[in-house]
Every structure is written in C-alpha cells, then in structure tokens.
C-alpha cells in the first residue's frame, strides 16, 4: 500500500508562472518531508525538505508547506524556469527510511 | 568528491542469467540504500544498510541479495534475473542523524531482463 501519493502524473505551466505540485501521505509516524527532483538519466537529487514540526520551508524559489491535520504538503516554484523541468518526487522519512510517491513530471513552457 | 558511484550504466540480461550491481560512496556515510523505479511506481526500497555489518530488507526484496562489503560499498545481486526486474536501479547514501535525513543517490543502472 503507498503511503506516499502524488496524484498528478504531470504539470505543465508558463515560464514566470507559479508550479504548485502536492503530495498527500498516510502514515503518521512520518518525521521529515523531503522532495527531489530527476533528469533523464540522473539519479534524484535533493532539492527542499521540512521537518513535521514546521508548516512552512523556504529556499529561494522553492518554499514547500505542511499541513500536518491533512496530511498534505506541497511545493511551489515561483517563477518556474526552463531547467525547472523535471520530475519531482516526494518523500517521507521514518528512521533510516525513505518512501517515494510517484512523482509528477513537470514542463515549463517558453 | 565523486558521490555515490554506480557500476555498470547499463545491462542486458537473460532470464535466468546473475549479476552483481556496484555501488560505492566517498561521503563516509554510514548508511546505503538500493532502490528501484518502474513508471508510474516511483522509486522502491528493495534493501538498505543502516550502518556496516547490517542489512535489511525494504518494501520488494523478492528476488534480490545485497552485500555491505566496508562502509563505501554496497552492493546488489540478482541470482536469477526474472522480466520481472527489467528497471533502473538507484543506489543512495545517507550520513547518521535524524537532521540528516537527506539521501544522495548515484546515477543509476538501467537493467533489461530478456
């Protein structure tokens, strides 16, 4: 059973334009929010986290929110570029383990 | 620093065939994970290393041996490749610490299974 959901498969949104991706969980005993982004052919690369005290994380363009009751968090690009162009997983952490949802792709257009 | 490195890029099995999957990290982390990505399935825990000397199975470990040879390497074997486990494989590593939850992943093996 995934215990980790992203239900969009794909995004597609507007050079300058605000990216809002979301992912939804179920196991409460989940710690640390983290989400990665991958190009063809790379392996995932850490891109912002949060920590299941905290509601909100801000790094430059990336900020992601928690909404702990909801068991929800979600990410915003603001403005999404070209190299934002990626697919973005979300993770959560309980001890030594990570589970991934399924990812969305997302497409910036020029 | 080279990260977390990954042998071989790519491999083409038959059914039937074994093989062993590679992995190494320079970071001295104490912990190691392989996983597996199918479309539509995101990345899986097949087993993972939570400090040298341990192993343990993750969420498909069906099919799958792993080996921590020192705290660099960590390797996965598949003695009897199936279709099953045609994917691209993913090893990671993680430092100690619940501050540091973040795992860095190598590039990744892609396996076709005849």
Known sequence: DQ???????????????????????????????LWYKKYPAEGPTFLISISSIKDKNEDGRFTVFLNKSAKHL?????????????VYFCAASA???????AGTTVTVRA | NAGVTQTPKFQVLKTGQSMTLQCAQDMNHNSMYW????????????YYSA??????KGEVP???????????????????????QTSVY??????RGPSYNEQFFGPGTRLTVL
Do not use: W
Not at chain 1, 74 to 86: E, F
Not at chain 2, 35 to 46: A, E, K, S, V
Not at chain 2, 90 to 95: E, I, K, N, Q, V
């Open chain 1, 95 to 101: 001890s030594y383990k990570l589970s991934f949802g």
């Open chain 2, 90 to 95: 993913f090893c990671a590593s993680r430092d």
């Open chain 2, 35 to 46: 996983y597996r990505q199918d479309p539509g399935m995101g990345l899986r825990l097949i």
């Open chain 2, 51 to 56: 400090s040298e000397g341990t192993t343990d």
């Open chain 2, 62 to 84: 069906n099919g799958y041996n792993v080996s921590r040879l020192n705290k660099r390497e960590f390797s996965l074997r598949l003695e009897s490749a199936a279709p099953s």
């Open chain 1, 3 to 33: 215990q980790v959901k992203q239900n969009s498969p794909s995004l597609s949104v507007q050079e300058g334009r605000i990216s809002i991706l979301n992912c939804d969980y179920t196991n409460s005993m989940f710690d640390y929010f």
């Open chain 1, 74 to 86: 979600s990410l915003h690009i603001v403005p999404s570029q070209p190299g934002d162009s990626a």
